[in-house]
Structure formats: C-alpha cells, structure tokens
C-alpha cells in the first residue's frame, strides 16, 4: 500500500501492473533524454557555439522531424502491447462483479450460489488499533492467489470507479452498463484501493479490500458464506 511522502508505484501485485511500472520507468527515461538534450543546445545557443548559419538547415530540419517521430514511435508501441495485454479476458477462473452504490460497494461471486455482500468502510471511531483509517472495509474481497479473476463492474446509481492501484486495476462504474477487467494477484497480501471517480458527499468513504489467499482457504471461505 501507498506510504507517507512515497513519490513512486505501490509495488506490484499483479503482472500487469510490472509491466505498467516498467513502462512508466521507460517514459521517464525518454523524458529526462529530451530534458538533457534541449537544455545542452539552449546552453551551445547562449554560448553562441550553435547559431543559425552553423548548421544547415536542411539537415537540422530532417532531424528534429525524424528524431520526434522515433520517440513517439518508442513510446506508442510498448504503451500499446500493455493495452492489450490489459484488454485480454485469458478463460477467467473466477468472476467477481463489482456494483457501486452511494457510498458502498456491493460484491456478487456469480460462480457460486448466494455468495454476495456488501462491503462497508469502517468507521474511524470503530477502528481497531494499527488498521488503516478511511481503507478497511467490514467485508473484504477475498480472492485466491495465482488466479485469473474477471471483474465485472456496475453501479447503482452514480458514476463510481473500482480501483486497486498495486494490482494495475481501474475500471469506470457505470449504472446501466457492465465493463470488464481482469487481474491475477502474483502474491497472498491485502491490496486497498478507492472509488476513483467523484460519486458525491462520501466518495472517499468508500474504499476497496482485495485480499488475496491461497486456493485453499479461498475455497474454504467460500463454503462458509454460500451456505449461509
Ligand atoms: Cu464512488
């Protein structure tokens, strides 16, 4: 999870979202080149090492039209490849959907029979001491590691967004309408993400708990609140 003054990602829990640090990492580097070599010629520029009749215009011209389109290209590819990696359903093993409400998430495991809850945030003044205030939620989602979980998710009633920044996971609520993401959790861990679009008086009160347990208890878990 995000810590106090962290400037980068929350580590990565999924694959997909190494890919994405990795990508950012690489825009990064592609930035600071630019940064570099436009501040060195507006350093030969003040010097007056480099002026218009030192070099041909010609020739500069072909560079800085090629040189813009080679770092546009270097961009857009690997910017596309993890588009579509994010973009493939690989034969889900679990589907979860996710229903916003005003101001609280609604769970459904469609593969099992009555395995729904709702998923509160807790309260600060109900907060056992060391959990984290405005992320614990009453019912946590729990999903078994090393698994492709498809999320189906929806809303009620407004715009909301169901978001697990350390599992590369953020997908637009829209009453009337079922998007589709997946993740598969590479770790057992607890993974806390927000409604990321602004659903009215208590949007920040209504965050995410994904937890992610081995099969095992997974399937013991499941078993419990089914049969209920
Ligand atoms: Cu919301």
């Known amino acids: 999870m995000a810590n106090h003054s962290q400037l980068g990602f929350q580590d990565a829990s999924s694959p997909i979202m190494e890919e ?3 990508f950012h990492d690489h ?4 930035a600071l080149a630019i940064c570099s070599l436009v501040l060195y010629l507006l350093t030969l520029m003040l010097t007056e090492k480099l002026s218009s009749n030192t070099v041909d215009a010609q020739a500069i011209e072909l560079v800085w039209t090629i040189l813009p389109a080679m770092v546009l290209v270097a961009l857009a590819l690997p910017s596309l490849r993890i588009l ?3 973009d493939e359903i690989n034969e889900p093993d679990l589907t979860l959907k996710a229903i916003g409400h ?4 609604t769970y459904e495991y469609t593969d099992f029979k009555d395995l729904t809850f709702d998923s509160y945030m807790v309260p600060t003044t109900d907060l056992p001491l060391g959990h984290f205030r ?8 729990i999903v078994p ?3 492709t979980i498809r999320v189906i998710v929806t809303a009620d009633d407004v715009l909301h967004s169901w ?3 350390s599992l590369g996971v953020k997908t637009d609520a829209i009453p009337g309408r079922l998007n589709q993401t997946s993740f598969s959790a590479i770790r057992p861990g607890i993974f806390y993400g927000q409604c990321s679009e602004i659903c009215g008086a208590n949007h920040s009160f209504m965050p995410i708990v994904v937890e992610s347990a081995p099969l095992a208890n997974f399937e013991n878990w499941s078993s419990l609140l089914s049969s209920q």
């Open 145 to 147: 590691t090393e698994s």
């Open 27 to 30: 825009a990064l580097m592609v």
């Open 163 to 165: 978001a697990v920044p």
């Open 84 to 86: 579509y990696m994010m």
């Open 20 to 22: 994405l640090i990795q």
């Open 134 to 141: 405005l992320l614990e939620v009453d019912h946590r989602v």
């Open 102 to 105: 005003q101001w609280y998430w």
